[in-house]
T-cell receptor, first 112, second 112 residues
């Protein structure tokens, strides 16, 4: 697998702490949002999704919050682990089909 | 389940040469996407196929790029002639009915 060394904003956290990764989206008409995780040398991997008629959705150790008023999306990771170190992308579905528009990404670095 | 398969994983070529990237989507998925990832532009959608038919190729950078999907289990992305600015990681993704896209491991292309 491959990835690129993107010059991205980095969030550094201690192992065991909670992480919050933020994303601003552009299209107020977008009706579906996804968070992807990209580990070094791999393709993006689906984490969690949320529809625009919801404001919160929980998964295993992850929670996504959606604020449509300010077009803001966040991903919360509880008890962050070294394996969570990766680049995280938010993506919105826009248009007549499932076309994903990706954000720039945030690098999460977890320190022991 | 083997996931999305891409080949080659690495490609190094000289400017002016033809490059062909290959993708085998997950069996049963009816949508296929080609993306390019660079440091400057992040993840960009190049082209989208649905049921082997190209639906949106607005992301294809120029005429040097072409993509085909001759059947439900195979797609190619061709660059002819290649240029150094085409150097990037190219991802293929497939999707069943719905929004979630499953990404392959990518092909790192270097054009000298």
């Amino acid at each position: 697998g491959e990835s690129v060394g993107l010059h991205l904003p980095t969030l550094s956290v201690q192992e065991g702490d909670n992480s919050i990764i933020n994303c601003a989206y552009s299209n107020s008409a977008s009706d579906y949002f996804i968070w992807y995780k990209q580990e070094s040398g791999k393709g993006p991997q689906f984490i969690i999704d949320i529809r625009s008629n919801m404001d919160k959705r929980q998964g295993q150790r992850v929670t996504v919050l959606l604020n449509k008023t300010v077009k803001h999306l966040s991903l919360q990771i509880a008890a962050t682990q070294p394996g969570d170190s990766a680049v995280y992308f938010c993506a919105e579905i826009s248009g007549g089909y499932n076309k994903l528009i990706f954000g720039a990404g945030t690098r999460l670095a977890v320190h022991p | 389940d083997a996931g999305v398969i891409q080949s080659p994983r690495h490609e190094v070529t000289e400017m002016g040469q033809e490059v062909t990237l290959r993708c085998k989507p997950i069996s049963g998925h009816n949508s296929l996407f080609w993306y390019r990832q660079t440091m400057m532009r992040g993840l960009e959608l190049l082209i989208y196929f649905n049921n082997n038919v190209p639906i949106d190729d607005s992301g294809m950078p120029e005429d040097r790029f072409s993509a085909k999907m001759p059947n439900a289990s195979f797609s190619t992305l061709k660059i002819q002639p290649s240029e150094p600015r085409d150097s990037a990681v190219y991802f293929c993704a497939s999707s069943p009915q719905g929004y979630e896209q499953f990404f392959g491991p990518g092909t790192r292309l270097t054009v000298l």
